[in-house]
């Protein structure tokens, strides 16, 4: 009898050559069992189990109100889902920006018990600390600079981030503090090509231009599930939210017309 040849896992560490390589990373957004495994196995390198959860999922107008315990539940769902991207799961708002120890205990409960691979934090100089907390800790960090949408009421909206200087100096700190990479996002695209171009680990870009060295959407965004908020990054990659709205339409027209259910779908 021969052997189930399983798909390996990405590790963190492949993750990262992917930039010595010259290969692009295809990051997607998921919070449930069904989109985890369709992704996966349309071949994503990582999928990112994002705080938006609490904007697509929740109905929130940000991404503040998710709790750490609801990203859990919600990593749970995904790695059950996934058998060969990475996992990582984003820290919500107030689970790492208090002290480094807070930071350390809560990543380490994304892992711990809700089995991600590695997790996500916001900030770039002002997080290096609670970044390299972790690091040490044994946790992988992703960083997360440019538009960091739980400063949203700080930024002033959910604007491009234009502050080279600033931007640079953030790059710079996630990568020194150990992180194996860093999303950029909301930032115009020869800024995105300078930060990739300053750093050695992977830059993952949503509205961070085409130079970034891998692109993440928001699966709901992407699929056209999402009608509150339209970002120009935000290529729509199907129109799920249409078919589901004419799906449901026809079932209704059907009940009520009385032809579902028909013979094939009623048992003798
Ligand atoms: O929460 C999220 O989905 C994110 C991505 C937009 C990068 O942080």
Not at 12 to 17: D, H, Q
Not at 166 to 186: N, T
């Amino acid at each position: 009898m021969s052997a189930v040849t399983l798909p390996k896992q990405i590790t963190v560490p492949e993750f990262r050559a992917a930039k010595g390589r010259g290969a692009k990373l295809a990051v997607v957004t998921a919070y449930d069992y069904t989109s985890a495994r369709l992704t996966d196995e349309a071949g994503v390198d990582a999928i990112l189990v994002g705080d938006s959860v609490g904007m697509v999922v929740q109905g929130h107008p940000t991404s503040l109100p998710v709790t750490l315990d609801e990203m859990i539940y919600h990593t749970r769902c995904v790695i059950r889902g996934t058998k060969r991207a990475l996992v990582v799961a984003d820290l919500p708002f107030l689970t790492y920006q208090v002290s480094t120890k807070q930071a350390v205990r809560n990543a380490g409960r994304l892992l711990k018990e809700a089995g991600a691979h590695a997790v996500k934090l916001e900030g770039g100089v002002r997080m290096r600390n609670a970044i390299r907390a972790c690091v040490e800790a044994g946790i992988p960090v992703m960083g997360h600079i440019g538009l960091t949408p739980q400063a949203v009421h700080q930024l002033g909206g959910f604007k491009v981030q234009r502050d080279a200087e600033q931007l640079l100096a953030d790059a710079a700190a996630v990568q020194d503090a150990g992180a194996f990479s860093m999303v950029v996002e909301s930032v115009p695209s020869d800024l995105g090509a300078q930060i990739t171009a300053s750093v050695s680990v992977p830059t993952i870009g949503i509205g961070a231009g085409a130079a970034c060295d891998g692109q993440v959407l928001v699966f709901h965004d992407m699929m056209g599930l999402f009608p509150d908020f339209k970002p120009k990054f935000a290529k729509r990659y199907a129109d799920l939210g249409g078919a589901v709205r004419g799906a449901v339409e026809a079932y209704c027209r059907e009940v009520r017309a009385g032809t579902f259910p028909a013979a094939e779908h009623t048992f003798k």
